[in-house]
């Protein structure tokens, strides 16, 4: 009993040891440089928990082709980076909703809100951005976002097998 309790302990934290938390970081430090040059409240902890909750849904949520593998040259396409950004909107829609829900209560939040214009911009470009800063980084953390893509996609496969 006690082992199948450690191995769903395990299992439940694996995500996080192999880029997820990069990930969650660096989108959550993009949204908030976007917070503050347009001159919105800063609230690094509500943007964790988001990311954090759009995480898990990643992959089940992407409803087109996987996103592009990550390169190690420095020529990268912007076009292509930006596509497979706005691929995590869904989630990202997601780890609102959850976030306000377990907030407010069971209410339908105005998706018109400059939040929700932020947090979609922020996830747009945080797929260039980790593009461009890809071939800089060691290889523990290049090695660790190619597992999370590696995860997603492979959780995307999943989801949307008929």
Known sequence: MSETYMN??????????????QLIVLRSLVEEIIKYLVGEKM?????????TYAMSMEGALCFGDPVAPLKLKRDTDLKQ?????????????FGFLAHRFRKNGVELPDFTTKQVG?????????????????????????????????????????????
């Open 43 to 51: 609230d690094l902890v509500d943007t964790f928990e988001i990311q």
């Open 118 to 162: 932020i947090l979609l911009v922020g996830q747009i470009l945080s797929r260039p951005i980790l593009q461009t800063l890809f071939s800089s980084l060691p290889k523990d953390p290049q090695a660790a976002f190619i597992a999370i893509e590696a995860l997603v996609n492979r959780q995307r496969t999943l989801a949307n097998m008929k």
């Open 81 to 93: 980076d930006m596509i497979d950004g706005l691929k995590s909107v869904p989630s990202a829609l």
């Open 8 to 21: 769903a302990f395990h299992n439940a934290l694996a995500p996080f040891s192999q880029g997820a938390v």
